[in-house]
């Protein structure tokens, strides 16, 4: 098993500067590989004190030159918020040509209505420009050309330099918490990345459909997905339950409000089913609740 530190940059009710947040957060960055982790990834959030991180792909680069051994990947970089697939193909291949090959591609549709509004991006054609961004991008970091001609962008034949520094058939990932994304991500060859949001034995079919649909794409066993979760760890399990039922809940009222996900706004954007049935159901427990649950489907303990 390999083990990642997902940075998040999130300043929790704006108790600090943003300033200080990034300090921390960068500090904590600078741990990741002397204390053992395989891989070190950022999300990609705009607008807001939930996730102040609007470019993963930067920030990446900054580390590739201030580490030497470790994994640097994009959790993720959402492909319906960028207008122009050939500059994100520039930038990962950049990116490994800074880190020397050290690279993992992540990518991922992306929820928060407040978000997509900004970018004057229909959220009920998300699925549709990651599907053909995804298609775009992948062909472009194998072959070094990019070149569209779809509905949502046309690219004439370009191509990229610096050339690819190797191939990242092995190093794609994207996000997969619904039925349409497994099946997309399996067509793509990409690694199936979930978020700990529901218990683990919900997710049993979608990893099932996942390992059976990759094999009968690619001709061969799908690999392990990355399962991202959050970990609180103590020498004492009582203060570790402690800081976890607090933090871990905490921030989970976060993910709800940024995410709008007690909204009744899923229920008329094509792609986003599974999701307006979730927030029927969060609409009726509540979200002390949901904190709660959210907290027993992570990890903490003792080391």
Not at 25 to 31: P, Y
Not at 138 to 155: M, N, R, T, W
Not at 200 to 205: F, G, H, R, S
Not at 257 to 285: C, P, V, W
């Amino acid at each position: 098993m390999k083990v990642g530190l997902l940075m998040v940059f999130q300043n929790f009710k704006d108790k600090i500067s943003d300033a200080e947040a990034y300090q921390r957060d960068m500090h904590i960055a600078d741990l990741a590989e002397p204390l053992g982790f395989n891989t070190l990834g950022a999300v990609e959030h705009h607008f807001n004190s939930y996730a102040m991180a609007p470019d993963g792909m930067q920030f990446l680069s900054y580390m590739a030159g201030r580490t030497k051994t470790i994994n640097l990947m994009t959790g993720a970089v959402i492909l319906p918020w960028w207008d122009s697939p050939l500059r994100v193909t520039e930038k990962m291949i950049l990116l490994d040509h800074l880190s020397q090959g050290r690279a993992l591609f992540g990518i991922g549709h992306g929820l928060a209505r407040r978000e997509y509004d900004v970018f004057g991006v229909d959220m009920g054609e998300a699925r549709d420009r990651f599907d053909e961004s995804a298609e775009i991008i992948i062909k472009g970091l194998e072959s070094g050309f990019v070149e569209a001609d779809g509905k949502h962008y046309k690219q004439v034949k370009t191509e990229v330099r610096p050339k690819p520094f190797a191939s990242f058939k092995d190093r794609l990932y994207a996000v997969a918490m619904s039925s349409h994304s497994v099946a997309k991500v399996a067509a793509l060859g990409a690694v199936m990345m979930s978020f700990a949001q529901k218990p683990w034995e919900e997710m049993t079919d979608h990893f099932g459909t996942y390992r059976d649909l990759f094999k009968e794409h690619h001709n061969r066993q799908a690999p392990p997905p990355i399962c991202v979760d959050f970990m609180s760890c103590d020498e004492s399990g009582d203060r570790a339950e402690e800081l976890a039922r607090e933090h871990m809940a905490n921030y989970y009222v976060t993910v709800l409000d940024h995410y709008e996900m007690a909204n009744d706004h899923f229920d008329s954007i094509k792609g986003y089913d599974d999701y307006a049935s979730g927030a029927e159901q969060l609409r009726e427990t509540g979200n002390e609740a949901a904190g709660e649950a959210f907290v027993d489907i992570n990890t903490w303990g003792t080391p």
